[in-house]
């Protein structure tokens, strides 16, 4: 089931330096959030502080509260891996592992946390894989395949289905398509869109038109700041703010 | 003018190819020298009896090295038992965690223990162990031999994992993989065909020594199948044979090291096979 997200006041380093200057912002259940922003601005770290995943950096830490659901996920005695679990990453480059098949890369979640069951991993990777547009293309060779060996765009995807095994309840994209070509890009886009009926998608993108066709709201990042948060139509047709404007009719960025 | 400066690059350029393709040969020159005529003077005493018999008294004919190559194979596998996990164990340390003090006192420490002559070695064990226990083991032996395989396997672990890409321990932990989890699963599996060849390394090079064992085994002319007792080694054996003045036993010391030379290039060998075929299908 797909749970909002509300963020108060978090705030990002990396050693000394503040990458986050305390952002506060609701990411709505169920739907597509789209993050833009020019390079450097904090849209990365932003996501990554949604699961924990940006304390895995060395000397990298986050303070602030993010609540996922009813949990605080900074809050005392919330473990960094079970957030993980809830909420999923999909990484900018695909990283299928490359020593497992195909079928064993779906697996992998479940396995590695413990879930021995032979039929239920079964239904589980083939759902993930149909679920990611994947099957129909992969079906043939799930075992004997490395997941290394498909197309960049099947990779990604393949990475997706690995996200969805472990029955995330938000799905976090980190410019999912910006190493891609245009047909694999679309192939994601359309797989965004259906994904958010039962999933929160947060996205970061480049590509403003990406943001206006995939998400419901958008919000604009400059220099670790939240500048605007809105409808994806008001953010690119009125937005509310000069450096919005600015920066999605091209005058910087 | 154009000409001749032409003409200079090419006759470098040959001159260059030249000089590496002899340095080539040159480097294959001592192993192929050595491994032949190592079956040379060897092949002719490689008869089912060495297989199978333990040395004979002096002045009888015949007899061969079965109590060495067993006693190698039982110390081997002392020494692997010891030094493969401690050694992928420090490697995994160093990758995954050792950025601070400790990482470098252990790389530190890894780094000299490789330098260290294998006589040494020797008389470090023969001090702590078989003083202490009053008597030669293979035990001691093959302590000896798996604190010597320590540094090579954690370095080459070391080095394996650290060539892993980060996006993959990144992708493990997204899934909600705890990190040991991912270290185990996905790092060490990942990197798995390199730390093999690494302790294959390890495992053939101290094979083959003889000093440590010196002290430690000590060698046996006899079957014996406690690990806590004196125990033959194949080269021990091809030393005691090779020091002593009968022609019988240079014999069976040129069979045993002809042995010894064949039993490592086949690990090395195995290892390049198994390496080579850890890598699935359409993976870089």
Redesign the interface.
Known sequence: MAVGIKVENLKAWFGKTEALHGITMDVQSGKATAIIGPSGCGKSTFVRCL?R?HE?I?DARAEGKVQIGETDIYGNGTSA??????V??V?Q?P???????IYDNVA??LR??GVRNGREIETVVERCLRSAALWDEVKDHLKK?????LSGGQQQRL?IA??LA?EPEVLLMDEPASALDPISTSKIEELIFSLKQNYTVVIVTHNMQQAARVADSTAFFLMGELIELDKTAKIFTTPGDKRTEDYITGRFG | MKNQSHMRRYLVDHLATGLSWLAAVLVLVPLLAIFSYLVYRGIGSLDWAFFTQIPKPVGEHGGGMANAIIGSAVILGIGSLIGVPLGIGSGVYLAEYG?GRLGDAVRFTADVLNGIPSIVMGIAVYALIVIRQKHFSAFAGGFALGIMMVPTIARATEEMLLMV?S????????????KW??TI??AL??A?AGIITGIMLAFARVAGETAPLLFTAFGNSFWNMNPNQPTAALPLQIYTYANSPYDEWHRIAWAGALVLVILIVAAVTAVRVVASR???????
Do not use: D, W, Y
Request: proline share 8%; net charge positive; charged share 20%.
């Open positions: 699961n995943m895995t060395p891996v079970q957030i993980r679990r809830r999923g990453m990484f480059k990283n299928p592992f490359p020593t497992m098949s992998a979640g590695l946390n395949k490395s997941g290394a060996s990475c690995r996200a472990v | 950025r890409p996006a993959l321990r990144e992708a493990a932990l997204g899934l909600g993989i705890p989890r991912t699963s996905i599996r990942t798995s850890g890598v699935l299908k359409g993976s870089h």
